[in-house]
Every structure is written in structure tokens, then in C-alpha cells.
């Protein structure tokens, strides 16, 4: 139904359907592999609530969730797949990873797919952020290695803002 509206991409695993309406990793691998099959690019979330943070598991709870939305999709699949970093203690919150803790799980991110589909298929994915980006941070997240570009939130909905960052992400 998307695809014959002309829908090209979906969002799935975004965390507020994590959180509100019970999606798993499981889950978002079966949505995953729905809409791939039916035509349409993914753009798949991931990100570590802030007590995981605290804990030090960032990475495992960011590589698990990477592995288990990925699992039985080829090489070819996952080219039609960008994958956005949503800190979900970020979102909505005011609060932002560092650039450098955004760049550190982004290509964490590139990591895990590098040992699962190759580098060649990691280098060429895009990876965002997706954490309460804005017209103040924008420039610098954008311009570090391994964040692509952004998933923007709030700040699509401000024209003056959503601007700023489009002007961030054509440098």
C-alpha cells in the first residue's frame, strides 16, 4: 500500500514505538525484512537508554540490536538500509551526545556491519544521528567521519531551523 502511494522509506525501531507500543529487536527485524521485501528503503534505529549508557554497554546494547534487525538480510537488502544512532536518552529531551560520542557509536555502527556484510557494503551505508540534533550542534556532528547526516525531530518542525541544518548538511 506504501509503495503504490509512492512512499520510499520507512522509519522502523524508532524508539518511541519501542517504548510505546512494545517493538522488540525481534519484531524490528520481521518489519525490516516486510518492507525490504515490499520495495521500500529502511531507514532502522538504534540507541541505548541513558541507564545503559551509565552502565558502560552502549555498544553491546547498539551492536545487539544492529545484529538482531539485520539477521537473514543479504548483502543486497542491506544496501536499501540506513541505519540512524537515536540515543533515546537524547530525543526529545534537550540533551545531545557529544559529537564525539555520536562519531564513536556511528562507527561502532559501521563496524558491525563491516563484520557482517564486508566494508564495502558498511562504507557505502549512510549512518546518522538521530539525537536531538539542532541549528547549535548540527555543524559540528555533521562534520565528523562516521555521522552521514541526521534523523531531525523537533527542529524539522521550525523552517528557520530545519534550514540551518539543511545549510550544516550541504558543507
Request: hydrophobic share 45%.
Amino acid at each position: 500500500m506504501l509503495t503504490e502511494m509512492g512512499v520510499e522509506y520507512v522509519i522502523i525501531g524508532h524508539s518511541e514505538r519501542r517504548q510505546y507500543f512494545g517493538e522488540t529487536d525481534v519484531t524490528v527485524n520481521k518489519r525490516t525484512t516486510a518492507a525490504l521485501n515490499a520495495g521500500l528503503k529502511v531507514i532502522l534505529c538504534v540507541g541505548e537508554l541513558l541507564e545503559e549508557r551509565e552502565q558502560g554497554i552502549t555498544e553491546e546494547i547498539v551492536g545487539l540490536q544492529t545484529k538482531i534487525a539485520l539477521l537473514g538480510l543479504s548483502a543486497e537488502q542491506v544496501k536499501n538500509v540506513i541505519i540512524a544512532y537515536e540515543p533515546v536518552w537524547a530525543i526529545g529531551t534537550g540533551k545531545t551526545a557529544t559529537s564525539q560520542q555520536a562519531n564513536e557509536v556511528c562507527a561502532y555502527i559501521r563496524g558491525v556491519v563491516a563484520k557482517l556484510y564486508g566494508t564495502e557494503i558498511a562504507d557505502g551505508m549512510t549512518i546518522q544521528y538521530g539525537g536531538s540534533m539542532n541549528p547549535k550542534n548540527a555543524a559540528e556532528l555533521l562534520a565528523q567521519p562516521d555521522v552521514d547526516g541526521g534523523l531531525i525531530g523537533g527542529a524539522s518542525l521550525k523552517a528557520a531551523d530545519f534550514s540551518v541544518l539543511l545549510d550544516a548538511a550541504s558543507v
